[in-house]
């Protein structure tokens, strides 16, 4: 099932009144705005993936991808603000919450904020999965995985720092996870960045595959170089 396009349909609606707001590049490790001089902004998602983040806690709250919204309440002050950080290139329109209200009927508004709240839950769900299942190496493949197949990206570029509070683990579990999905060749680590480079080990890795094949990789190997 096809996931509606949020941001276009707005966009669409924008236009019928005159109004085309215009499209800006974003890119990995940027965080979207919330609030502008005291209003509320609505980032419409064109391009790219992101990471919903609380105000305090920057655990990922779910997948953001394109068409999608984010602080898109803040258009009907039924919410607190919504921060987001960015995992890939992409593009994106900002628009106040205020030129939403005045151009777009409520109906539409309302509509538009039950879709939108539909979406946040199933990613929210996706990622309350995540954190309850599997070891690191699992969650971070099914992680890349996600990002994948949300936007198309085939790199991220973040530090590991990022992917560990994202993931709500130590920055030395995710530099081992990495570690070990290198060795199935189901990605290369470089500075900074993570590259796909073979999504079915990456679906294997997710699937648990690697802690079942080299449960303790690194001691199984000292140990042989040992005799």
Known sequence: MLRPNLARALLSQLAIHGMEPGEAPVFPGARSQSLQSGRSLVTLVLEGVAARQGARDPVCLGLVGPGDLLNFDAALGTGPDESALWLTRGRQVVISADSLIEAIDRDTLIETALADLRRRMETAQAEVTRHAHGRVTERLAGLLLDIHALGGATEVTLRQSDIADLLAV????????????????????????????????????AAGSVGEQAPHSTVTDLARLRG
């Open 170 to 205: 130590r920055r030395a579990g995710i530099s081992t996870a990495a570690g070990e999905l290198q060795a199935t060749g189901a990605i290369r680590v470089r500075r900074a960045s993570i590259l796909l480079s073979d999504v079915a080990a990456l679906q294997r890795a």
